[in-house]
């Protein structure tokens, strides 16, 4: 019963400090949703929110840029609290192609 408690405690903490927090506003070269833009890089921004919680700061980040369901570029994991104008560092993307991303922040108090 002990080493039970104990995982669960240790499992508790090892989680607090960390915090889910909604990823709003997505940017790409300072628009919502443009139908094109002419970067040849184009640069990423976003901003977290929490409404419950004071204190909270991102301390990393991970973009993934796919076409359609196909994964074109990924980040990885990128120690960071930078949200504003990240570039994109993969090939060289298509003319006249439809693309999207997603941006997973870690945030920790």
């Known amino acids: 019963m002990k080493k039970i408690l104990f995982l669960f405690l240790a499992l508790h ?9 909604k990823v709003e506003h997505l940017l790409t070269e300072n628009q919502t ?3 094109s833009i002419d ?3 184009p640069r990423f921004s976003w901003q977290i929110t929490e409404a419950n919680k004071r204190g909270i700061m991102q301390s990393a980040y991970e973009i993934k840029v796919k076409k359609g369901n196909h ?14 104008y990240v570039p ?3 090939e060289t993307l298509a ?3 439809k693309y999207s991303w997603q941006e997973r922040s870690i ?3």
């Not at 994991?77 to 930078?82: A, E, G, N, P």
């Open 13 to 21: 903490l090892a989680g607090f400090g960390f915090a889910q927090v």
């Open 33 to 35: 949703d443009p139908l």
């Open 39 to 41: 970067a040849l890089t």
């Open 71 to 84: 994964s074109v570029w990924s980040s990885g994991k990128v120690l960071s609290d930078q949200s504003m």
């Open 88 to 90: 994109y560092k993969g």
């Open 95 to 97: 003319s006249g192609q």
């Open 107 to 109: 945030q920790k108090h």
